[in-house]
């Protein structure tokens, strides 16, 4: 079975600090990995993902994330965080099996604070 | 191009009504879902369909039944709602091309409330 965990229910930052939103998971076989982002009252919007190749993979909005497998970690980051980065942010996973869905985090909530 | 689209946005049942949740997607995606978000829970998926004319349970199907119409469409359907259905449900769609699976693409959201 394949599991993903944030361990923050909220990180707090102040506007141009950098931010760190953690993912850490669990599968059998070789991982692909999503962050998403929810706004309030909105559906999810797909920021970055990683499916092979390169470990530091660069989404949308300047957000970008570390694949680590040694550690099994695959964090989200951002060198200068906005006020209209506060959001609800969820990790996902999936492997190659046929049912192809995600399995999600319980999700982070960033609040950024001018 | 409107990707993904859900009906209603918002709905409350009383217990034992019935009800169907609609989703519809302009991508050509061959891949459709069913998720729901619970505080605290994140999402959690209900039943997909991979391609057209196959559906299957995920981690949460019992009380929901779907219905995948032709490749564009894929419905959700409580045939007797329960308090614990309260909750707000997501339609999602993608790309799966051979062993790649690509990201998904989610609707606004349908918010119901079983009283």
Request: proline residues 5%; contains cysteine; aromatic residues 12%.
């Amino acid at each position: 079975a394949q599991s993903v965990a944030q361990p923050e229910d909220q990180v707090n930052v102040a506007e141009g600090n950098p931010l760190t939103v953690k993912c850490t998971y669990s599968v059998s076989g070789n991982p692909y990995l999503f962050w998403y982002v929810q706004y309030p009252n909105r559906g999810l919007q797909f920021l970055l993902k990683y499916i092979t190749g390169d470990n530091l993979v660069k989404g949308s909005y300047g957000f970008e994330a570390e694949f680590n497998k040694s550690q099994t970690s695959f964090h989200l980051k951002k060198p200068s965080a906005l006020v209209s980065d506060s959001a609800l942010y969820f990790c996902a996973v999936s492997i190659y099996t046929g049912r192809r869905a995600l399995t999600f985090g319980s999700g982070t909530r960033l609040q950024v604070q001018p | 191009n409107a990707g993904v689209t859900q009906t209603p946005k918002f709905q409350v049942l009383k217990t034992g009504q019935s009800m169907t949740l609609q989703c519809a997607q302009d991508m050509n995606h061959n891949s459709m879902y069913w998720y729901r978000q619970d505080p605290g829970m994140g999402l959690r998926l209900i039943y997909y369909s991979a391609s057209e004319g196959t559906t299957d349970k995920g981690e949460v199907p019992n009380g929901y039944n779907v219905s995948r119409l032709n490749k564009r469409e894929f419905s959700l359907r409580l045939e007797s709602a329960a308090p614990s259905q309260t909750s707000v449900y997501f339609c999602a769609s993608s790309e799966v091309v051979t062993s790649r699976t690509y990201e998904q693409y989610f609707g606004p959201g349908t918010r119901l409330t079983v009283t």
